[in-house]
């Protein structure tokens, strides 16, 4: 069940008959966030998407797409991996939500998960908090952690000033596979 405060909504935002958001007009940052507080932290992919190219610019908003990834609890599980490039993508590369330059060389990263989900998008340039995600790997006990060394065109954006302080890259997967990802730390035997 969705959960909203309907009306703290912005004028102008709405449902339609099969569940999609739609707005009348042109949407801002300001209003799209606005908007986003109003529901469930995990609507906020949805929220994004379908307001997105009709209602929302993310070239010119690029903050949003930033936004939604590190409010939602398991972004990548909200929409699929094609999706949430092609929005980044759209966006720019971003440093806290803001327009910035990609790094020039590779970034060292590591991720904290189960092996099934090595492939991901969220990873750390600090080894020890991927070391708490793989402590903590919901569900399947412990994880492994893994190490990677993705390009500056792989990079989709840095969040490290938001509540998390996760010291977060979000990736381009396309480039991970067997080869470039490498576990240096195997799960730690589970404490009960």
């Known amino acids: 069940m ?8 912005p004028p102008g935002l709405y449902r339609d008959e099969a569940g999609y958001y739609l707005y009348d007009g042109t949407m801002d940052a300001e209003t799209f966030s606005q908007a986003r507080r109003s529901l469930n932290r995990n609507e906020g992919p949805a929220l994004l998407y379908d307001l997105y190219p009709r209602s929302i610019d993310v070239a010119e908003h690029p903050g949003v797409v930033a936004e939604v990834w590190c409010m939602a609890e398991f972004p990548a599980h909200l929409l699929d991996a094609d999706d949430w490039v092609m929005l980044f993508e759209e966006a720019g590369y971003t440093e806290d ?10 970034v060292t990263v590591y991720r904290g998960c189960h092996p099934d989900r090595r492939f991901g998008m969220s990873w750390t340039t600090d080894p020890e908090r991927a070391q708490w995600f793989a402590d903590r790997d919901l569900g399947r006990g412990t ?28 990736v381009d997967p396309t480039a991970l596979n067997n080869e470039t990802v490498k576990m240096v730390r195997p799960a730690r035997p589970f404490q009960s």
């Open 2 to 9: 969705l959960h909203t405060r309907e009306n703290w909504w």
């Open 97 to 106: 939500g803001k327009p910035a330059r990609r790094p020039r060389e590779s």
């Open 143 to 170: 994880g492994d952690v893994y190490q990677a060394e993705i390009s500056p065109g792989l990079l989709l954006a840095y969040i490290h000033e938001d509540h998390r302080q996760e010291a977060e890259y979000v």
